[in-house]
């Protein structure tokens, strides 16, 4: 399975990523604020691989003036749906449709990976101003608790993919797997919560790329046995969801 096709994927579940997936901490547009030394408000940004618009509208609570790109068909229709008065234009990080030094900051809210960041660095630095900054974050697994470190394991089995080592990589090698060698890059990682129903918790794990390109018999039978664990865990059926965002920002030379 290419690349491109688990990037793709998300169009065939647009409303339920919409619906489930986690959104990010106010602690998250502090720490850029504070790289920015000012605060998002009237700041131009490209929220890019924008999908159903979660960290666009979070960027535009702050007063950020925004514009989405997104290259997914039905994702852009789920946006246009959500945020109707946001500019959306369609296109990806590796070819960005956006003018020269047009931008004060740009973001990846969990599309970094699906980018050729040889094409996607210089891109980037292209739209960015002098003395602008790319920003790149993920949600990111809590391997410190029990529970979720045994269902990362489980998923990556059922999905045939390499569980991630519990163990982060140092700001230096998170700067070069980024592809942001030679900028100045900050790094934070930010942990939060959020709790939400049994259901909501088990469409939003389906709703990742590697479970969105198999089989939907295969998914069912997974997502009945974990709709048991879970509900030996959480009686109440409200499961607390645990995150570590972990986001570099870099500043255009």
Do not use: K
Request: some cysteine.
């Amino acid at each position: 399975m290419t690349a491109s096709s688990r990037a793709h994927s998300f169009n065939s579940a647009a409303a339920q990523y919409e619906a489930s997936r986690p959104s990010y901490p106010p602690a998250l547009f502090d720490f850029v604020e504070e790289f920015l030394s000012r605060s998002l408000a009237g700041v131009r940004v490209a929220d890019v691989g924008a999908g159903t618009g979660i960290a666009t509208s979070l960027l535009r609570e702050r007063g950020a003036d925004v514009v989405a790109v997104e290259p997914g068909d039905a994702m852009a229709v789920e946006f246009r749906r959500v945020l109707p008065d946001v500019p959306i234009v369609r296109g990806d990080g590796n070819a960005l449709p956006l003018a020269d030094a047009s931008h004060d900051l740009i973001t990846y809210a969990q599309s970094w990976q699906w980018t050729d960041t040889g094409r996607s660095v210089p891109e980037a630095l292209r739209v960015l101003r002098t003395g602008g900054a790319l920003a790149v974050w993920w949600n990111t697994t809590a391997f410190d608790v029990p529970w979720i470190r045994a269902q990362h394991e489980r998923i990556a089995h059922h999905c045939g993919v390499p569980a991630r080592s519990a163990v982060r990589p140092d700001d230096g090698e998170a700067i070069r797997l980024a592809g942001l060698t030679g900028l100045r890059v900050v790094r934070r990682q930010i942990r939060w919560q959020r709790t939400v129903p049994l259901d909501t918790h088990l469409a939003n794990i389906s709703s990742r790329s590697a479970f969105l390109v198999l089989g939907q018999t295969t998914n069912r039978a997974f997502l009945a046995e974990e709709r048991r664990r879970l509900r030996g865990a959480f009686p109440d059926e409200l499961v607390d969801e645990i995150y570590v965002v972990d986001v570099l920002v870099a500043a255009r030379p």
